[in-house]
């Protein structure tokens, strides 16, 4: 974040700069790299400015209020990235408690907003949730986006699991790895109706290099705020 802000000039004294340029020249710091910098000016524009006062004309006295507003605002700036870098600190203490309590998702059970899992040894298992009893046609995909099974079933109102061996339309075995559902339901009049998916896996991982962290079942990746319920391990399993 960069902060700047304007402030009007006054004449220069026995050559030196306007101690006023200095606070609007550091106002513009930013906010990153600022904390160094804004004490180094803060200490040249004290410096600057009992020069002035030392050198003003009797005649004509330097405005001791502009100097007064420009050292409030000085501060002012000071206090913005002081603020800035808190800020920074808080989002990284709460970005490393996130991913601590994403590493502790590791082995459990997890159920979570999703129409992609995998196909493991034979099987593949989803949660479907239904506002009406009625019918579907529930179409599986591989990873590329191919069909390879179409199913027609009913649907009960409220969850239910939707089991899959793997067998394709062709009658052969699917081999292991991600497959999605869409399950296009209607209910006992025909009305369409939108069936809600699940999916249910262990957590293997966690990728940790994004904004935030995402559980990885497989090459599956979930993001916490899509998970619904948790199964811890039990004790020695």
Do not use: C, H
């Not at 524009?45 to 004309?57: C, K, Y």
């Not at 699991?161 to 075995?173: E, L, M, N, Y």
């Not at 991982?205 to 979930?222: E, H, M, N, Q, R």
């Amino acid at each position: 974040m960069t902060v700047s802000t304007t402030t009007s000039s006054a004449a220069n004294v026995a050559g030196f700069q306007n101690a006023g340029s200095v606070a609007a020249a550091t106002s513009s710091t930013n906010a990153s790299g600022g904390s160094t910098s804004i004490a180094n000016n803060f200490d040249q524009f004290l410096t600057l400015l009992t020069t002035q006062l030392r050198n003003q004309s009797p005649l004509d006295p330097l405005d001791t209020n502009q100097f007064t507003a420009q050292l409030v605002q000085f501060a002012g700036v000071e206090q913005q990235l002081k603020m800035n870098d808190t800020m920074s600190a808080l989002l990284a203490l709460n970005k490393t408690n996130t991913s601590t309590d994403a590493v502790g998702f590791i082995g459990s059970t997890i159920t979570a907003d999703g129409a992609t899992t995998p196909l493991k040894n034979g099987a593949a298992v989803w949660q479907v949730s239904s506002p009406a009893a009625g019918s579907a046609t529930i179409t599986i995909k591989n990873s590329s986006g191919s069909v390879v099974q179409t199913i027609q079933g009913s649907l009960k109102q409220g969850d239910q699991t939707f089991a899959w061996d793997g067998t394709t339309s062709t009658g052969v075995k699917a081999p292991d790895g991600d497959y999605t559902i869409t399950v296009d339901g209607k209910d006992l009049s025909g009305t369409a109706i939108t069936a809600r998916t699940e999916i249910i896996g262990v957590v293997d991982g966690v990728d940790l290099t994004g904004a935030s962290p995402l559980l990885k079942i497989g090459a599956i990746s979930v993001a916490i705020e899509n998970v619904k319920r948790v199964i811890k391990p039990q004790s020695g399993a």
